[in-house]
């Protein structure tokens, strides 16, 4: 694009397949006339990381099954943040941030969390924007899972009645909790005993058999339902048993161990009564039975023992 001057005044003029527009720049004056035309021809400004977080959590209202998650994680984030474009978001400005975060008492992994978060909402705004987010090493995979003993304690423990029956559930499906939570009704299938998990977004959700215990639970929870979703508390879908899943522990004398635990707990007990890799992979959902193989491979109980023998 360039400046060309007809019957007395500066016009921008640009050639395109062909063809020759010209636009007023409404001046006779020649370096009026390009600084106007830098301004038509200057990209335009980019959104702040601000306004892109707020659209991108208003989509996450329509679509996730949790979005308070991404919102409580903006609320950490926008005070450092907001005020930004996606350009000016630096490995330095992250590091400030990880100071920050972790001098206010919070966890890594929820200091990575949160910038997941805005990594998550840039990329759903331009899958190559700009900013650098850099995280903090990530910790080690915990590796605890209970013995059956701690899981009976746990399970005398747990008083509520929703509480308990996610326990079962939990062991017997080796599901995610935001899986059981979302069960319902029309997915628990005692004709051919079978629970569907249902498909998630980005994880797997299995079909399972109904173990004996976890029968004997749905059909008791069932004479009482008063909901579509399994596991529920007043009427209402249950999203969280952690402050009550953390009494049970206490209760139980139980130390270090989650709800996600109980997954963990359920893949060990199948390793250790030596079923395949590929099934505890699909019982898990895993689409890669590698991954099921590096993490539980440890527990079977012939694993190494031929590597062992060569040495005796």
Known sequence: MRIKLYRGAWYAVETRDGRTRRRSLRTADRAVALRRLEDLTAPPPAALVGEIVERYLTDLDHRASRPDRAHDAW?????????????????NKCRAYHKHRLGMGRAPGT?????????????????RHPAIIQMLPGAPPKDR?????????????????????????????AGRSQALFGLTWDRVD???????????RGK???????????????????????????????????????RAFKAA????????????????????????????????????????SRITERVYAKYGPEYLSGAAKALE
């Not at 949160?114 to 899958?127: G, H, I, K, Q, Y």
């Not at 209970?146 to 996610?166: G, I, N």
């Not at 005993?193 to 998630?200: K, P, Y």
């Open 75 to 91: 609320k950490a984030l926008g005070k450092h943040f907001a005020h930004l474009a996606p350009a000016q978001i630096t490995r």
């Open 190 to 200: 005692f004709t051919r005993n079978r629970i569907h998990l249902g498909e998630g």
């Open 111 to 127: 200091v990575n969390k949160e910038l997941s978060t805005l990594r998550a909402a840039l990329r759903w705004n331009d899958p």
């Open 204 to 242: 797997g959700r299995a079909t399972v058999p109904i173990t004996g215990p976890a029968r004997e639970a749905l059909e008791a929870a069932e004479t009482v339902a008063t909901c579509e979703y399994v596991i529920e508390y007043a009427g209402r879908r249950v999203g969280s048993v952690k």
């Open 249 to 288: 522990c206490v209760l139980a004398d139980i130390e270090d161990c989650s709800p996600h635990t109980l997954r963990h707990t359920a893949a060990v007990f199948m390793a250790e009564a030596d079923v395949q890799m590929s099934v505890i992979a699909q019982y898990l959902g895993h689409a890669d």
């Open 145 to 173: 899972s209970l013995s059956r003993d701690e899981y009976k304690r746990l399970l005398a423990a747990s008083k509520p009645t929703h509480l308990r029956l996610f326990i079962i559930l939990a062991l017997a499906t």
